[in-house]
């Protein structure tokens, strides 16, 4: 099995090494790519910074680009969903699930890439711009480095690559070295699409080699999603570039009386276990009010033993493998710790258990100390606690180093505006799971 080139502008390169890509579940090889050296990104810097002095693409063309894309990944979602389900052991339901928003990702790229607009400045508010008038247009920032996480290698690789050609920015991209294959996937469809040479170019490499990207001077822009410990490191070692960071979390989720907990339950089947918990905004904590709780345990974990666990191409299959085989240590440590803290085990995990493969873990009675709790789990886990009055289950909800999302089930608008307000997240939302987010 020849490895898959490194992609740097028209050219192919062989790159320094090769990386082997098996298969989470079960580890057959997926594939080979070409794992790239610092020489390499420096050459992959360079294409993508020619780009930028050459003819440029109006947004017009970039938008008719994106839309053919879109079109493209519509025609492939059968072959990127197989891709992604083989790479990550992410069940072919939900790879086909992520396939299918990536297609609504180059969609909004393109609109956006129609409707980039300025703004005019009053300079005549002030005495010193009477007859004078000012105005802001919108340019391209320059190369973007692109790093990506194994758990979304289509839909999260499109979140960097559609925007960035949207603004006209060209993109060295650096996929997970565990999913590379899908990056290459998307580099061809936008190939396809009639994307110019150097627009897209792709990396595969460690993440010590990647940190020549963050550094380099021709590299304006670094947009990273993957751990908070990495991402924050970034920040501090490019003061002076622009960073985009999407970070973890441990979801929490507040469940009111008065709130439809039954449907919160069925949400949660999916929101806490999909993808095996391996998702930024996975739901991860529960805080259910005490007149509630102990009918609420009993259905959520009816809902968790009768997830399906198995091979990620079975058609029922809901939950595979971890992306490693130490993932699945780590989180199967993490649950030992609770259970020996005090906590109780409602579901899973389940013995005999494939290498890689964690069964769906319900735990009761946690607490904040334990790292289901105050960690992010990235794993098929979901804890849950009780609490007394609202204004308990907030606290208990922002006591946590993280803060994408929250959620709150409830009637009451007054509960759901008080929530909005209180909660220290980028999102809070009302009568769903934390885990709900629209790719416009």
């Known amino acids: 099995m020849e490895p898959v080139p490194l992609r740097i502008g028209a050219g192919r390169s062989p790159g320094d090494g090769v990386i082997e890509v098996h298969s989470p579940y079960d580890g057959h090889l997926v594939g080979r790519v070409a794992s790239a050296g610092a020489a390499d990104l420096d050459a992959a810097v360079a294409a993508a910074k020619s780009v930028l002095t050459g003819e440029p693409l109006p947004p017009y063309r970039r938008a008719e680009i994106l839309d053919e894309a879109a079109r493209l990944a519509k025609e492939r979602v059968e072959e990127l969903a197989r891709l992604i389900c083989e790479e990550a052991a992410k069940p072919i339901r939900h790879a086909r699930v992520e396939a ?13 890439a129609r409707t980039l607009t300025g703004e005019t400045v009053p300079l005549d508010a002030s005495a010193a711009g009477a007859g004078k008038i000012g105005f802001v247009i919108r340019v391209p920032v320059g190369v973007v480095a692109a790093i990506t996480p194994f758990n979304f290698p289509v839909n999260l690789v499109v979140h960097k690559l559609g925007p960035a050609v949207a603004a006209g920015c060209p993109v060295v991209l650096k996929p997970a070295s565990t999913t590379p294959l899908c990056a290459h996937a998307l580099a061809d469809l936008f190939e396809d699409a009639g994307l110019p040479a150097g627009w897209i170019n792709v990396v ?12 380099h001077e021709d590299v304006a822009m670094i947009t990273f999603t993957g751990s908070r410990e990495v991402g924050w490191a970034i920040r501090a070692s490019a003061p002076k570039k622009k960073v985009n960071l999407e970070l973890g979390n441990n979801s929490p989720v507040i469940i009111e009386p008065d709130g439809d907990w039954a449907a919160a339950a069925a949400k949660i089947r999916v929101a806490g276990y999909s993808h095996a918990g391996q998702s930024c905004i996975s739901t991860q904590r529960v805080y259910v009010q005490e007149a509630v709780a102990g009918d609420f345990c009993d259905l959520l ?4 033993s009768s997830l399906v666990v198995g091979d990620p191409a079975g058609e029922e299959t809901e939950v595979s493998a971890l992306i490693s085989s130490g993932d699945a240590d780590r989180v199967r440590s993490w ?41 992010e789990v990235f794993g098929p886990v979901v804890a849950v606690a009780t609490y007394n009055d609202l204004d308990e289950a907030l606290a208990l909800a922002n006591n946590s180093q993280y803060g994408l999302q929250a ?4 009637s009451d608008i007054s509960k759901a505006m008080r929530a909005a307000k209180a909660l220290d997240y980028g999102a809070v939302v009302v009568n769903e799971v934390p885990t709900w987010r629209a790719d416009q």
Do not use: W, Y
Not at 100 to 112: M, N, P
Not at 204 to 215: D, F, I, M, N, Y
Not at 301 to 304: M, N
């Open 100 to 112: 299918q928003r990536a297609i609504d990702t180059l969609r909004f790229s393109g609109a956006a």
């Open 335 to 375: 649950v030992d710790e609770a259970v020996a803290g005090g906590a109780r085990l409602l579901a899973g995990p389940g013995p005999g258990d494939p290498a890689g493969v964690v069964h769906p873990v319900l735990l009761a009675d946690v607490n904040q100390q334990m790292k289901v709790c105050s960690e």
């Open 204 to 215: 595969p490499c460690s993440g010590a080699t990647a940190q020549r990207l963050v550094e």
């Open 407 to 410: 959620a709150i089930f409830t």
């Open 301 to 304: 974990a009816k809902e968790v």
